[in-house]
């Protein structure tokens, strides 16, 4: 799937939050509202959602069976709790594994019913797509950053040089200026400069990024074997969201001046 944005080329702040967990007990919630806060445009990714103590879910952990009672409305209030300071900042949300299971088995679009209650309408792309960002210049010639994302890590191995993940994608999506992917919470950000031949059989070389992204579920705070990354062995991860900077490039790079060319700064905001 495909979500064209059309912005003005100016700069802002852009925070891709994937795996929030939101209603998890070990969600860092103050620390997400902090970057929502901090940011000009928001995309929400895979499992926002923990959604995982209702009734007939084996992945359930509570004991306390008034959690369960009323669970489907506790997600939405929450959601929108939470949400509803930010809700004209949201230009896209994304699918994940949490949101895919639930809805399975209880037949509830969380997302759905949340942004009815918000009254917004972001574009929803899934487990996997694509964000075309398209910049007003002012000039005759259109200029677009481009970024693929999937719900899912591609691939955790590492090689004595590069990653085996960021250059599976870069094969498969080679027109994408960034690469994220999501789900194992590893906070991975590689810088790449590529090779692009131009119309006029020249090479160019640009920037782009591969990033896999972390969460905002402290699994250091879960007993043993109620994580992710526990039982997997992963190792812990830090806590915090992909801030993506577009900025305006430096005229140096654009001495031509046809384009006000924006060029992105992905880090973790931890």
């Given at each position: 799937?495909?979500?064209v944005i059309?912005?003005k080329?100016?700069?802002?702040?852009l925070?891709?939050?994937?795996?929030?967990?939101?209603?998890?007990v070990?969600c860092?919630?103050?620390q997400f509202?902090?970057d929502?806060?901090?940011?000009d445009?928001?995309?929400?990714?895979?499992d926002?959602w923990?959604?995982m103590?209702?009734?007939?879910?084996?992945?359930a952990?509570?004991?306390?069976?008034?959690?369960r009672?009323?669970y489907?409305n506790?997600?939405?209030e929450?959601?929108v709790?939470?949400?509803?300071p930010?809700?004209?900042?949201?230009?896209?949300w994304?699918?994940?594994n949490?949101?895919?299971?639930?809805g399975?088995?209880?037949?509830v679009d969380?997302?759905?019913l949340?942004c009815?209650i918000?009254?917004i309408?972001?574009?929803?792309?899934g487990?996997?797509?694509?964000?075309?960002?398209?910049f007003?210049?002012g000039?005759?010639?259109?200029?677009?950053q481009?970024?693929?994302?999937q719900?899912?890590?591609?691939?955790?191995g590492k090689?004595?040089?590069?990653?085996l993940?960021?250059d599976?994608?870069a094969g498969?999506h080679?027109?994408?200026?960034?690469?994220?992917?999501?789900?194992?919470?590893?906070?991975?950000i590689?810088?790449?400069k590529a090779?692009?031949?131009?119309?006029?059989?020249?090479l160019?070389?640009?920037n782009k990024?591969?990033?896999?992204g972390?969460?905002?579920?402290?699994?250091?705070?879960?007993?043993?074997?109620?994580?992710?990354?526990?039982?997997?062995?992963?190792?812990?991860?830090?806590?915090?969201?992909?801030i993506?900077?577009?900025k305006?490039?430096?005229?140096?790079?654009?001495?031509?001046?046809?384009?006000r060319?924006?060029?992105?700064?992905?880090y973790?905001?931890?």
């Open positions: 799937m495909i979500n059309q912005l080329a100016e700069p802002f702040k925070l891709w939050a994937n795996d929030v967990h939101m209603d998890s070990h860092k919630r103050e509202i902090r929502c806060k901090e940011a445009k928001i995309i929400i990714s895979g926002f923990d959604c103590e209702g009734f007939g879910d084996r992945r952990s509570s004991k306390d069976p008034e959690i009672k009323h489907i506790g997600l939405i929450l959601g709790k939470v949400l509803t930010f809700k004209d900042k949201i230009i896209g994304n699918g994940g949490h949101e895919l299971s639930f399975k088995f209880s037949d969380l997302t759905d949340v009815q918000l009254g309408n972001p574009p929803r792309l487990m996997r797509g694509y964000y075309v960002f398209n007003d210049s000039k005759p010639h259109a200029h677009s481009k970024i693929y994302f719900h899912n890590s591609g691939s955790n090689r004595s040089k590069g990653s993940a960021a599976l994608l498969e080679p027109t994408a200026d960034m690469w994220i992917t999501e789900h194992s919470h590893r906070g991975t590689v810088p790449i090779a692009e031949l131009t119309n006029v059989h020249t160019k070389y640009v990024f591969f990033a896999n972390i969460t905002y579920k402290a699994a250091d705070e879960a007993k043993e074997g109620d994580t992710f990354e526990q039982n997997k062995a992963l190792g812990m991860c830090p806590i915090g969201g992909l993506i900077e577009f305006l490039a430096p005229e140096i790079d654009r001495p031509n001046n046809r384009h060319f924006m060029t992105m700064n992905p973790f905001k931890l």
